[in-house]
């Protein structure tokens, strides 16, 4: 069997290991990878947004299945281009990859059928003083969000008027494109977060452990938002009252709107929670598996994660058992110096061969150079450890994070305390 997954990050070095894990004698290419990657598979040297490239690599090679990991290929439409090609891949087409490509657009879905999210209002470019008159009728503090994909730079938390006046006027002044042609108001939700990926096959939805990602750079929630530092599985907040009213408010919901709407989802639907007492309200879709939550999740999964994309596409999902470890995972990210405002290279990493068997090891920002392995990007590694508790698998992470080192190394100190 042939696969290629799309990406270079951990989330895909962990989407790779988790296909190894069950098929020995695959040949796995990850297109463009990493240091990690380029050591355990092929890496193949085609960006992310070249979909014609990938499409014409999967021909070439009779890939019997394509797995995509970042959320840009997804929105600019490669489900579609494979499939206009009969080439396997796993994903939503470009219609349905909108819930993450536009906030506006999810908003929209969720106050239609009804599923719990925070008030909102919509404006376009040509709307700006609408939209700073609007954003004072909402509590401070007032929530600005790009309607676009913005690499999480596009959410503004504002704790006064002027400041969501600022962040209004510096969106659609253009900084970030087309993401910021339009701008959705939010109210501002308290709470606390959680991370419910689920697989969808179009008919049925089937929720993954649940996990928590920490998306400051620092500890104690301080300092700027990174694509997340860390995180753990299953996330506590999730009790069983909790997941009965995801299940009938959120999950029933979404899967009644696909249908009514001629939404073909198939793929992974990430959805953001904030939970505040048993009452989940959603803060976000994302159309694919998280970084640095894949990271967590999926070394617990035991079901052929090949298997279960292919339910996917072929709409098998609710004949489907999927099964996961009760251990629970900590997942600690490794970061370069200068993240998230920048990110610093070449920076030789040591120690990765003395980690322990139990150890998992997912590359991200690396690259192998003559026989050593450097720093390539802002996420640099994701460690993970399973355990019977928290504390354990927390503890025994820690204690392999003092074996690894390079210049400049940044991580926090309190995942999963
Ligand atoms: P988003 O990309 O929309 O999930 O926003 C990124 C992060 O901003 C979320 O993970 C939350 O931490 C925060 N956030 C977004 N929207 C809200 C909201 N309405 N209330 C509180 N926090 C929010
Ligand atoms: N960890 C959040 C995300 O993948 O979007």
Redesign the pocket.
């Known amino acids: 069997m042939k696969i290629l997954v799309i990406g270079n990050g951990g989330r895909e070095s962990a989407i790779a290991n988790t296909i190894r894990r069950f098929h020995e004698d695959a040949t796995i290419y990850v297109a463009p990878g990493n240091g990690g990657t380029d050591e355990k598979y092929i890496n193949v040297p085609i960006k992310v947004e070249a979909l014609e490239e990938l499409a014409n690599f999967a021909q070439k090679e009779s890939i019997d299945l394509t797995v995509v990991g970042p959320e840009v290929p997804l929105v600019m439409g490669i489900v579609d281009v494979f499939q206009e090609r009969g080439l396997k891949i796993f994903g939503p087409n470009k219609e349905c990859a909108q819930f993450e490509g536009s ?1 506006h657009f999810t908003k929209q879905f969720l106050m239609r059928n009804n599923i719990p ?2 008030r ?1 209002a919509s404006f376009t470019r040509d709307a700006v003083e609408e939209c700073v008159a609007e954003s004072k009728n909402f509590s401070l ?1 007032v ?1 600005v ?1 790009a309607d676009g994909l913005a690499a ?1 730079k ?2 503004l ?1 504002c704790e006064t008027y002027e400041a969501a006046e600022e962040g209004i006027r510096d969106i659609f002044s253009g900084k970030f494109g087309e993401a910021g042609e339009m701008i959705v108001l ?5 709470g606390i ?1 959680a991370s419910l990926l689920c697989f969808v096959d179009g008919d049925t939805i089937v929720p993954m452990e649940t996990a928590r ?1 920490y ?1 400051r750079a620092l500890d104690g929630d301080e300092g700027l ?1 990174t694509g997340g530092m860390g995180g753990f599985s299953p996330n506590p907040i999730i009790t069983s009252e909790v997941k009965k009213n995801i299940e009938t408010q959120i999950l029933e919901p979404i899967i009644k709107g696909f249908k009514k709407e001629n939404l073909q989802f198939k793929g992974v639907l990430f959805i ?1 929670l ?1 939970i505040e007492g048993s009452e989940p309200k959603v ?2 879709f ?1 159309v694919r598996f998280g970084d640095p939550e894949t990271q967590s999740v999926l070394p617990r999964l035991q079901t052929d994660l090949v298997q279960i994309m292919n339910a996917c596409i072929e709409g098998n999902l609710n004949t489907t058992p999927i099964t996961w470890d009760e251990r629970q995972s900590v997942t600690l990210v490794l970061a370069s110096q200068g993240y998230p405002e920048s990110s610093h290279k070449g920076d030789i990493i040591t120690g990765l061969d003395t980690l322990e068997e139990e150890t998992i090891l997912c590359h991200a920002g690396t690259k192998r150079i003559n026989n050593t392995v450097q720093t390539d990007g802002g996420r640099v590694l994701a460690i993970t450890r399973l355990a019977d508790s928290l504390e354990v698998a927390r503890k025994e992470v820690y204690e392999e994070v003092k074996k690894i080192q390079f210049d400049g190394m940044q991580f926090r100190t309190d995942i999963a305390k």
């Open positions: 906030k999210t925070a909102y503090p929530v969000k999480g596009g959410v938390i939010e109210e501002f939700l308290t977060e990602d998306k938002n953001g904030m803060l976000e994302n």
